[in-house]
């Protein structure tokens, strides 16, 4: 049997991991790990090791961009690949609402689509506290 489908599966079976991967589905654009960060409220260590598995399992690919690493969805034309990213596309949207929202908000913070701000930096938390006061929360 192939391991790469046995990685693949064992990857998107951590709930930290398919939130991220179904993440990079629906917003159709790499992220890095400072925007995981601040999309996911993970710690740097662990969005860094939930995006480097999913690059390891063949889900993602990583490019080097100044000090930055941005992830996106890994290219490939694969019966089983198409049938994988089908289905984690068709989840629920509402159970990741919350985390397509602040993905949007973060991913409007680029300057010529490129990241230019750290994880939990000031200009994201008074992003997100602006944000809790326009929704009443």
Same mark, same amino acid.
């Given at each position: 049997?192939n391991?790469?489908? !046995?990685?693949a ?9 398919l939130?991220?991967? &179904?993440?990079l !589905?629906?917003? /159709?654009?790499c992220?890095?790990?400072? =925007?995981?960060?601040?999309v ?8 860094s ?14 490019m ?5 690493v941005y992830?996106t969805?890994?290219e ?7 049938l994988l990213?089908k ?5 629920p949207? %509402?159970?990741?609402? %919350? ?8 991913? =409007?913070m680029?300057?010529?689509? =490129? ?7 000031? =200009? &994201?938390?008074?992003e !997100?506290a602006?944000?809790?006061? /326009?929704?009443?929360?």
């Amino acid at each position: 049997m192939n391991e790469d489908y !046995i990685d693949a599966l064992k990857a998107l079976a951590e709930p930290h991991r398919l939130r991220l991967f &179904w993440l990079l !589905i629906h917003v /159709d654009q790499c992220i890095t790990v400072a =925007e995981a960060v601040d999309v996911t409220g993970d710690t740097s260590y662990n969005a860094s090791r939930n995006l480097k598995i999913l690059y390891k399992a063949g889900l993602l690919t990583q490019m080097k961009m100044g000090k930055w690493v941005y992830y996106t969805l890994a290219e490939q034309d694969l019966l089983h690949w198409d049938l994988l990213v089908k289905s984690v596309r068709s989840l629920p949207a %509402d159970e990741f609402a %919350d985390v397509a929202a602040r993905c949007k908000k973060r991913l =409007e913070m680029r300057v010529d689509n =490129e990241c230019v701000v750290g994880a939990n930096s000031d =200009e &994201w938390l008074e992003e !997100i506290a602006d944000s809790a006061l /326009d929704t009443g929360r």
